[in-house]
């Protein structure tokens, strides 16, 4: 269940967060750097709820 929930806020940050801060932002160059950090640590966020549901499906006792 908690991966369920990293993966909706890895999901969060990489595509709404961008949206909310570019009303903030006004040069280009930094929401691209923002933009970018925003993709890496989303799928990072993503990448560890995946692995957590994998773990959590491969340790079952079949």
Request: proline residues 2%; glycine residues 6%; contains cysteine.
């Amino acid at each position: 269940m908690i991966a369920i929930i990293k993966i909706i806020i890895g999901l969060f940050i990489w595509l709404v967060l961008p949206m909310l801060l570019r009303k903030n932002i006004k040069k280009k160059s930094v929401f691209k750097f923002v933009s970018i950090s925003c993709l890496f640590l989303g799928l990072l966020i993503i990448l560890y709820g995946v692995l957590d549901i994998l773990t959590g499906i491969l340790s079952l006792n079949l």
